[in-house]
């Protein structure tokens, strides 16, 4: 009797610790993915330059496109955009994501250049440098620096001239002659001036973190979207 009684209780007993076992939560790793996903990475100064360069390249690239637009169809009704190419729409949203500003300038001298590129050994027929960013701590800002260069029109039946000034500030000067025509003409890859663009430190930021929050799921439901992870077929 004793023995039943004891089986009976230990019975009971498991049954009890089998019910009152937690349930294991479901989907646990996608969750703890997801909320990595969410976390806010610390933000470094190289990542701040890096993503300086990126918006900056993604801007000039969009600019000189439109410029080379500019001079075969020679839309006079769109001159403004030579002097001010930050009035382009496309220019436009980015720079106001940012709140940054868009300059160039034009070099006079080898030593003015030299400023910008310190190891730039004239104004033509040497190595261009590369784009790049650098955070000033003080002004709590990033300057975006690129070279500003004579390009050459891809257009195989047009005349001289056949160079592109970036640098100029209306569409009659946008055209110049090259050196193989003029003996006051340009060289194709030669350095004109630069491209400055300014963002604040803080705007670069929060780009980089909309990045690093940026979920793998959707809302589900019936109005819900599906999930971004998964590809669609």
Request: include cysteine; proline fraction near 5%.
């Amino acid at each position: 009797m004793i023995k039943k009684s004891l089986y009976f209780t230990l019975t009971v007993l498991g049954l009890m610790a089998v019910a009152c076992e937690p349930e294991k939560l479901e989907r646990g790793k996608e969750m703890a993915v997801e909320a990595e996903r969410h976390k806010v990475k610390r933000i470094t100064e190289e990542d701040m330059e890096k993503q300086a360069v990126l918006a900056g390249d993604t801007i000039v690239g969009l600019v000189e496109g439109a410029f080379l637009q500019l001079a075969e169809s020679q839309p006079n009704e769109q001159e403004l955009f030579v002097a001010q190419p930050d009035k382009l729409p496309t220019v436009n949203s980015i720079l106001q994501r940012y709140n940054a500003t868009l300059q160039r300038q034009t070099f006079s001298s080898l030593a003015e250049a030299q400023k910008f590129f310190p190891a730039q050994g004239s104004l033509s027929g040497a190595k261009v440098p590369a784009a790049q960013a650098k955070l000033n701590v003080a002004q709590q800002t990033i300057l975006y620096t690129k070279p500003l260069l004579i390009r050459r029109r891809n257009c195989a039946s047009c005349d001289e001239p056949s160079l592109l000034d970036f640098s100029a500030q209306s569409l009659a000067q946008l055209r110049v002659f090259s050196a193989l025509g003029k003996p006051e003409g340009y060289e194709d890859g030669q350095l004109r001036g630069v491209w400055l663009i300014t963002f604040p430190r803080q705007k670069v930021i929060e780009q980089i973190t909309l990045k690093t929050k940026a979920s793998r799921r959707g809302r589900g439901g019936l109005f819900g979207s599906a999930p971004d992870s998964v590809k669609v077929k």
